[in-house]
T-cell receptor
Framework: GAGVSQSPSNKVTEKGKDVELRCDPI?????LYWYRQSLGQGLEFLIY????????KSGLPSDRFSAERTGGSVSTLTIQRTQQEDSAVYLC??????????????FGDGTRLSIL | QKEVEQDPGPLSVPEGAIVSLNCTYS??????FMWYRQYSRKGPELLMY????GNKEDGRFTAQVDKSSKYISLFIRDSQPSDSATYLC???????????FGKGTRLSVIA
């Protein structure tokens, strides 16, 4: 399909383990965002990549969270030493560069992460 | 106070009703205002987008922005059971910035 693809769709892991979540954005979209959606909390911004610029990491909740984007396309969000409060749906979105207008962000269906 | 406030509902209406969904915000720098619809276990999909103040209509949906009151609304006319979903307001300032979301309102349209 032509949409944002995320994998895995579901992930269950034990507390203390590391997890990697993958996002494959829409082809040609240079902007990529990670959000977290917790029950009753809405979507919370985590990190933003735009082209070759340094990412905006201002939303990452702790140093256990990191993300990279290789070759300006696929992105991986890594959570180290997972805690139960990390349980949430992790959503990825991509868009064309914002520039002077508003480019809509297109979301994937997310990875549902459960920490036991 | 959160930057964006949205009543989580749930809101239940009969088929054919007019639905009004609202958000308030505190950051006067917000310029772009969006409404997303999210079905269960799916990602949000963009419904409407408005730049600055004013109204925008698309079929059964109307988005309104009142920047003086820091208040935005989404109206759904002739609501259908297929409109049952969570509706998220989102907004951002000018430039390369992420969206700031409300918590979402869960809507059920009963046939």
């Amino acid at each position: 399909g032509a949409g944002v693809s995320q994998s895995p769709s579901n992930k269950v892991t034990e507390k203390g383990k590391d997890v990697e979540l993958r996002c494959d954005p829409i082809s040609g979209h240079t902007a990529l965002y990670w959000y977290r959606q917790s029950l009753g909390q809405g979507l919370e911004f985590l990190i933003y990549f735009q082209g070759n610029s340094a990412p905006d990491k201002s939303g990452l909740p702790s140093d256990r969270f990191s993300a990279e984007r290789t070759g300006g396309s696929v992105s991986t969000l890594t959570i180290q030493r997972t805690q139960q409060e990390d349980s949430a749906v992790y959503l990825c979105a991509s868009s064309l560069p914002q520039g002077r207008g508003n480019q809509p962000q297109h979301f994937g269906d997310g990875t549902r992460l459960s920490i036991l | 106070q959160k930057e964006v406030e949205q009543d989580p509902g749930p809101l239940s209406v009969p088929e054919g009703a007019i639905v009004s969904l609202n958000c308030t915000y505190s950051n006067s720098a917000f310029q772009y205002f969006m409404w997303y619809r999210q079905y269960s276990r799916k990602g949000p999909e963009l419904l409407m987008y408005t730049y600055s103040s004013g109204n925008k209509e698309d079929g059964r949906f109307t988005a309104q922005v009142d920047k003086s009151s820091k208040y935005i609304s989404l109206f759904i006319r002739d609501s259908q059971p297929s409109d049952s979903a969570t509706y998220l307001c989102a907004m951002r300032v000018v430039g390369n910035t992420p969206l700031v979301f409300g918590k979402g309102t869960r809507l059920s349209v009963i046939a």
